[in-house]
């Protein structure tokens, strides 16, 4: 099994620009996350889709968060307009019917804002 | 709501001696627990987890953490460490539908 796939895994992008991190989930999984993690903060749940619907997204700091899972194996996170406050590592995960299975985790995508 | 303590933030240690890791939750629902390492650059990796049953879970690694209803915790243990073993560990509660995350505890094995 490929794991979690998470792209890219390391961007440095200027104040206001638009950044998009891409995730594929493990085949046959049904629940995605996306959390960040910080020095300060520590893991953070941003968003949890189950069957590609978002169900808790209360994490989402901001409206220049948004996240998207057109289909089952493929999920986005974009920042419009970044801020570097934003930097932080951004992991995507995956499990078999939400929190009782193991929940996988991705590489991460590790996000500096200039 | 529920809610994760991890009593240590940093946890020296010596090879080959043995390691505690303390966790703490507070839950007003039926809990699942879970025990994760992060290797330096890593993302996290299940080492153990308890969803009912015995409550003596045993994991990858060596690794053993026992579920105390009583007392609302689900301590981790190593009877003996390797320098591999130099990680950050989270303990994580799910319940009512979301999955919370310690602060996490800094293991650092020295030779």
């Known amino acids: 099994d490929a794991g979690v796939i998470q792209s890219p895994r390391h961007e440095v992008t200027e104040m206001g620009q638009e950044v998009t991190l891409r995730c594929k989930p493990i085949?046959?999984?049904?629940?995605l996350f996306w959390y960040r993690q910080t020095m300060m903060r520590g893991l953070e749940l941003l968003i949890y889709?189950?069957?590609?619907?978002?169900?808790?997204d209360s994490g989402m700091p901001e409206d220049r968060f948004s996240a998207k899972m057109p289909n089952a194996s493929f999920s986005t996170l974009k920042i419009q307009p970044s801020e570097p406050r934003d930097s932080a590592v951004y992991f995507c995960?995956?499990?078999?019917?939400?929190?009782?299975?193991?929940?996988?985790f991705g590489e991460g995508s590790w996000l500096t804002v200039v | 709501a529920q809610s994760v303590t991890q009593l240590d933030s940093q946890v020296p240690v010596f090879e080959e001696a043995p390691v505690e890791l303390r966790c703490n939750y507070s839950?007003?629902?039926?809990?699942?627990l879970f025990w994760y390492v992060q290797y330096p650059n890593q993302g996290l990796q299940l080492l153990l987890k308890?969803?009912?049953?015995?409550?003596l879970v045993k994991g990858i690694n060596g690794f053993e953490a026992e579920f105390n209803k009583s007392q609302t915790s689900f301590h981790l243990r190593k009877p003996s460490v390797h320098i591999s073993d130099t990680a950050e560990y989270f303990c994580?509660?799910?319940?009512?539908?979301?999955?919370?995350f310690g602060a996490g505890t800094t293991v650092t094995v020295r030779a």
């Open positions: 994580a509660v799910s319940g009512g539908g979301k999955l919370s």
């Open positions: 889709f189950n069957n590609n619907v978002p169900i808790d």
């Open positions: 839950s007003s629902v039926s809990v699942y």
């Open positions: 085949s046959g999984h049904n629940s």
């Open positions: 995960a995956s499990s078999f019917q939400g929190y009782g299975n193991t929940i996988y």
């Open positions: 308890y969803l009912s049953g015995s409550t």
